[in-house]
């Protein structure tokens, strides 16, 4: 296969030239070669060895794939990914008092996180529950009255209904109090897990987290759907020991990945190991249509074509998510747990409708956000972190809004909804090395929060008014050093240089080979030099699609999400025929019936500015 590809080689030097001699983009950026000078001998090997194309070496090589890794990278099967669950600290308790609950028939509660790992979690535990004709029941705290995780009240309402084992499911790591109530009430507690931990844990049956102190199981990336699939796998082997299924046939946990590779992929765990295999197999399940839930979804959202890691992250994803910030928080578990496809269609329907309600809050609450973050800036340039807050905000769009401030300024951000009690819930998103986590729990140690916790990108807490100052102080004490210059050391990794000719259906398959894309495996980036933009238009108020053509003539669409009002959509639009240096990822685009190449645009630069 002949690709019209040209790659542009880095500087044998400790320092790279700039990619294209881009030194400062529309976004700010560098744009530098992904792939080190020092690892090309690394690509030339793998693609030797491996016969595979010279790209694809180089693809593989820049993601960090060692020579004997490539076979297993290309075809992830839970075969070879897939640990022995009993590696993970508590696993056979936790499997032991599950079989007991299935063999008894009590009742369950499960309880569950608002978010799409918490709602994929919990409709996990459901289904293999009713498999087995154990009663259990989903329990999803609401996001604004609740706030996250198990709290008393709700723990008590639990076991006053009859609940003789709570389940938590993606919470209950650091949820001390309530389970304690539970365990005073006589319930017996398994928490199932994968936040950060401290050295203490509740006392409870068994704590099943990759991510608590003392597991050495190296199963940490994983999120707290993978989790519960291990924990199932480990329960199905304790009742086959058991005898339980002697004359009966066992649960199709592989038929439940749909749901695993759903939460993998929005919750932005590292698209490594086992998730690779996860995801990979979970897309497969996905297709054959057979959770109404997800099947519903999709319909609802115009999802005609075989679901990718990108649908799951930007399509279905935000919609479960929408219950969760804006409406009824068990929304996407029911959905996900249902089997009823006139309810399915119900529930996926209204998703659909929240989905687009939260989309309009969070525009609204975005403005404002970026209006506050350009002025600290400009009284302090030099800020490690971004603290933003108002009374009129929805707590169920600050975590997105978050995310959207460090994607324009690049740098931690924590967004805060005030209440008139003067407590504030906010969200917290980080950049690549910058542990969000540790500084949270940190900042609880120090007795700066009324609750906190997360991962090292993502967290979330609850501040007094009065406690801000003081946050924002041992923050800004806490990330400094680690966050200075990471803006002015903002760059683009691009892996190859492409003319428009060269975007074929063949580059595609090639590059997918390596998919699953996602946190940890980066989707392959283009960089288009000197291309002129012939045409461009807004669509949907929000977006810039343009038409780029090569010095030979050659033609591609492109498309670049949220560009309004942006410099990069500016310069797009006001290019005027002038040739850009434009990057992006690649994309077969199906909009009207038609199938057609698209180029995803990230970025942009004027080859006259350099």
């Known amino acids: 296969m002949r690709l019209n590809l040209a790659t542009v080689e880095a500087d044998s030097g400790a320092t790279a030239r700039p990619f294209l001699g881009v030194t400062k983009s529309a976004r700010g950026f560098a744009w ?200 199932l796998v480990a329960t199905t082997r304790e009742l086959r020991r058991r005898g339980y299924y002697s004359g009966s046939r066992e649960p199709d946990l592989l038929s439940l990945l749909d749901m695993v590779a ?43 074509v075989a679901p990718t890691p990108y649908h799951l992250g930007f399509i279905l994803g935000p919609r479960i998510n929408a219950g969760g910030r804006i409406g009824n928080a068990a929304l996407g578990a029911t959905l996900l747990s249902t089997s009823d496809p006139v309810e399915a269609q119900r529930i996926a329907e209204l998703l659909h409708r929240l989905n687009k309600e939260r989309k309009d809050i969070e525009s609204a609450v975005l403005e ?25 905000w929805h707590k169920g769009v600050v975590g997105l809004v978050a995310s959207r401030l460090v994607e324009r300024f690049r740098r931690p951000a924590c967004v805060i909804a005030w209440e008139a009690t003067g407590m504030g819930t906010g969200s917290l998103r980080s950049v690549p090395g910058i542990d969000l986590g540790a500084a949270i729990r940190a900042a609880m140690a120090a007795g700066l929060l009324a609750k906190g916790g997360g991962h090292a990108m993502a967290a979330g807490l609850t501040v007094s008014r009065d406690g801000l100052a003081a946050l924002e102080t041992f923050l800004h004490g806490h990330l400094g050093s680690a966050a200075r210059g990471i803006g002015d050391a903002a760059h683009l990794d691009i892996d190859a240089s492409l003319v428009a000719s060269g975007a074929t259906p063949e580059l595609i398959e090639l590059i997918d080979r390596v998919s699953p894309f996602g946190q940890g495996n980066s989707e392959a980036r283009f960089a288009l030099p000197a291309h002129r933009v012939k045409f461009g238009k807004v669509i949907a108020d929000a977006h810039v699609r343009v038409i780029l053509e090569g010095g030979d003539g050659s033609r591609v669409d492109g498309v670049a999400f949220r560009a309004v009002g942006q410099p990069l959509g500016d310069l797009l639009m006001s290019a005027g025929g002038m040739p850009l240096h434009v990057a992006g990822h690649l994309r077969k685009d199906t909009w009207g019936g038609r199938e057609r190449i698209e180029l995803q645009i990230e970025d942009a630069a004027n080859p006259r500015n350099q």
Do not use: W
């Open 32 to 231: 530098r070669e992904r792939l080190p000078a020092h690892m090309k001998q690394l690509a030339t090997a793998i693609s030797q060895r491996h016969g595979l194309p010279d790209l694809m070496g180089s693809v593989l090589a820049a993601r960090g794939i060692g020579l004997d890794a490539v076979p297993t990278f290309l075809d992830p099967t839970l075969k070879s990914l897939m640990p022995d669950p009993s590696t993970l600290r508590d696993m056979e308790k936790a499997a032991a008092r599950l079989a007991d609950a299935v063999q008894a028939k009590q009742n369950v509660a499960i309880f569950g996180d608002y978010d799409v790992d918490g709602a994929c979690s919990s409709a996990l535990m459901k289904r293999f529950l009713e498999f087995h004709e154990t009663p259990a029941r989903i329990y999803i705290p609401d996001r604004i009255f609740e706030g996250y995780g198990p709290n008393v009240a709700a723990i008590e309402t639990l076991v006053n209904e009859g609940a003789k084992l709570i389940v938590t499911v993606d919470c209950g790591t650091t949820s001390y109090e309530p389970l304690a109530a539970a365990r005073k009430l006589g319930a017996d507690v398994v928490v199932i897990d994968h936040h950060q931990a401290d050295e203490r844990l509740p006392d409870v049956n068994a704590v099943v987290n990759p991510n608590r102190q003392d597991d050495i199981s190296g199963q940490g990336m994983l999120c707290a759907a993978g989790v519960v699939f291990l924990v």
């Open 262 to 304: 759903l939460a993998t992929v929005a919750d932005v765990v590292p698209l490594v190991g086992l998730n690779r295999a996860y995801v990979k197999k979970g897309l497969a399940v996905m297709r054959a249509r057979e959770n109404a839930g997800l099947t519903a979804l999709a319909d609802a959202a115009g999802l005609s």
């Open 368 to 392: 404002e956000a970026m209006a506050i973050a350009d002025r600290q800036l400009s009284e302090n340039p030099a800020r490690p972190i971004l603290i933003v807050g108002s009374e009129a």
